[in-house]
């Protein structure tokens, strides 16, 4: 998993579908002239996405990038301090539509959208949660760390686990995803 992460899917995601907001969301709302958006309401065009994933490669690539978009909303909605600092070192483009101003997706839908799809084999999704959430762990603590950017990552993981996002668990992978984060933030340090 983490060799896919480091090496495959900085080239996979780049072959999403992206789409530019006009200049008036770019520059007035967003304040960022190069932000991309992906995915579309409800994540429509998810079949053209992953069809340009390789299929040896789907599984991991959902994950990744549910690991990078739920990371990159998450630090935007409860460590809004952090947030500048990630945006400036990611670019990540983000996970919505752009129309009368812009809209993210919730990013649970990376997961259970792609799921639903049937472009994923969900035994082997399944499979792969426990390295992932090893994964995920691992890139928060080394990030956070190398970012300085004062949130502990146990803090974070509550967080997630905590957000209104995740009270969308349609199908069989989200379920595990978040129970096994849970476990993760539980097994934490709690805040002083």
């Keep these: 998993m983490k060799r896919y992460f480091t090496e495959q899917f900085p080239h996979d995601w780049k072959k999403l579908q992206f789409v530019q907001p006009d200049s008036i969301v770019l520059e007035h709302m967003l304040k960022d002239p190069t932000a991309l958006f992906f995915g579309g309401r409800d994540w429509h065009n998810v079949s053209s996405d992953l069809a340009r994933i390789s299929s040896e ?45 812009f809209h993210n997706e919730n990013p649970v839908k990376i997961v259970s959208v792609a799921e ?6 969900v035994a082997r999704a399944s499979a792969l949660i426990p390295t992932f959430v090893e994964l995920f ?23 997630v686990v905590s957000d209104d996002a995740f009270t969308h668990t349609a199908g069989l992978l989200l379920p595990q995803i978040k129970s096994a984060l849970e476990q993760l933030s539980a097994s934490s340090p709690q805040p002083h």
């Design 116 to 121: 639903a799809s049937g472009l994923l084999d």
């Design 57 to 101: 490669n789907r599984e991991r690539f959902v994950l990744c990038l549910f690991m990078s978009v739920i990371t990159d909303q998450a630090l935007h909605a409860h460590f809004p301090n952090s947030f500048p600092a990630w945006q400036i070192a990611t670019r990540f483009p983000k996970f919505g539509w752009t129309g009368f101003g």
């Design 137 to 159: 762990a691992e890139q928060i603590r080394t990030f956070f760390l190398s970012q300085k950017f004062g949130v502990e990552p146990a803090n974070f993981f509550r967080a």
